[in-house]
């Protein structure tokens, strides 16, 4: 949503056809490949868009943002299942699944760990 909004926003301060070069650095402009009939269409359906999207992301109740993506993408986009948005990242561990170590909480306990940085460690 936000990336659409972001383009919206640059078509809607840009109504004519912006120039495109390569990204390779071949000097070429890719507005040859399209007239500004064409982009001015574009520009009008990423508006389209954008405010759709805009309405689902803002609904105030999940049934009412599955529906507003659904006018938006069609009947086929479904809420993800439960399970789905419940399964635990790959990195994460936890004391009772994955060590048998069962909760009560009735019990006190205190746990001592060390945590390290993410990412990529630079000899």
Known sequence: MHVIEDLNDYLQSNPT??????????????????????????????????????????????????????????PSFNKPAVEAAQKSLPAEQFIDTMLRIPIRLENRVTLFGRVRRAGVVRA
């Open 17 to 74: 056809m912006p120039s495109i070069y390569d990204p390779a650095s071949t000097g070429r402009d890719f507005r040859e490949r399209w007239d500004q009939d064409g982009c001015s269409n574009f520009r009008a359906q990423i508006l389209h868009y954008a405010t759709k999207m805009r309405e689902a992301y803002d609904a105030e109740t999940v049934n009412d943002s599955v529906a507003a993506w659904q006018d938006a993408f069609g």
